[in-house]
């Protein structure tokens, strides 16, 4: 067997087939055959003289051999990306690139407003945002697609680190002349005799409001529901006593601009969410990356101490 074949494009196509369970979606997203990706993964197999994949109903999942090989290309990958982060180093943060995997609330404006910020300083700094689902989160940053994950916590993940637990609680959102809006702090019991614009069923922020009001023994209409929390929001702003909930680093800049109001809720479950920075455990991060990880730090436990 020639090792050369362990560093070359096809470990990089064995990968993306595990990542995506397909040789066609590992094609779109290497933008190349379909036909490319099966020679390669053959070529591996031949080499390897071993099958690297079982056909399963959910697609092509790595065998035993194949966990091997996908965990070996895990690691070359991101010791190269670390090495390359120390040599970016030495030029003092002037070139680099920041992966980063979050949930929705928090891409929209508090991550690309720091990231903006972060380049202000390093111009040369690359950022990649993936908006996913809080679930995926933890797998992009274990399978090397994200350097940092920006979460809320959920349960305990194996092989992730979280660098930061920072509490995170809902807020009741709603118009600067709602009826509510003067109030220090208010209860569900309260909300729910105003209309709702909530996020679906299955969503962490609805799940807290749900278990909270079943406890007390809530009733709450809805008249307006999405899964895009933003247009919650907007709702919630253009008045008719509408009122959503959010966090408060997902709205901070309507906050600043008078264009909402945000109230703290009395009820527990409430102020039971917690935000989460994540990395991948015992990874030595590239320095860009770890300099973004302490900035983020620094904002989300800034805004608590300021509010």
């Keep these: 067997m020639s090792y050369r074949i362990l560093q070359e494009t096809a470990v990089r196509y064995f990968l993306e087939v595990v990542r995506t369970g397909s040789v066609k979606d590992a094609a779109v997203k290497l933008n190349v055959a379909p036909s490319a990706v099966s020679r390669q993964v053959a070529r591996l197999e031949g080499e390897l003289n071993t099958l690297l994949f079982d056909r399963r109903a959910r697609g ?3 065998n035993a051999a194949g966990e091997l090989l996908a965990a070996y290309a895990k690691r070359t990958q991101q010791d190269i990306e670390r090495v390359t982060g120390e040599i970016q180093a030495l030029r003092g943060l002037r070139a680099g690139r920041v992966r980063v995997a979050s949930v929705a609330g928090l891409a929209h404006e508090f991550l690309p ?5 972060f380049r202000g300083a390093h111009e040369g700094i690359r950022f990649d945002l993936d908006v996913c689902p809080q679930g995926d989160i933890a797998r992009r940053i274990r399978d090397g697609e994200a350097d940092i994950g920006v979460t ?16 995170a ?4 959102i709603m118009a600067p002349d709602h009826p509510l809006a003067g109030q220090r702090q208010i209860s ?8 709702l614009a909530l996020a679906p069923a299955d969503s962490s922020l609805r799940q807290l409001l749900d278990t909270s009001c079943s406890r007390q023994g809530l009733r709450y209409q809805t008249v307006f529901s999405s899964n895009y929390l933003d247009s919650l929001v907007s709702f919630a702003a253009a008045g008719a006593g509408v009122i959503t909930f959010y966090g408060e680093l997902s709205v901070r800049s309507r906050l600043l601009a008078g264009t909402i109001a945000a109230i703290p809720l009395r009820d527990r479950e409430m102020n039971e969410r917690y ?6 455990a015992k990874r030595n991060l590239p320095e860009a990356a770890r300099a973004f990880v302490e900035q983020l730090t620094h904002a989300i436990t800034s805004v608590s101490r300021r509010a």
């Design 152 to 167: 809320l916590a959920g349960l305990p993940e194996p092989n992730i680190e979280v660098e930061l637990r920072h509490p």
């Design 188 to 195: 569900l019991s309260q909300v729910t005799a105003y209309p």
């Design 275 to 280: 935000i989460e920075i994540q990395t991948l």
């Design 113 to 117: 407003s720091l990231a903006a910020g």
């Design 169 to 172: 609680p809902v807020l009741a």
């Design 60 to 62: 092509l999942v790595p």
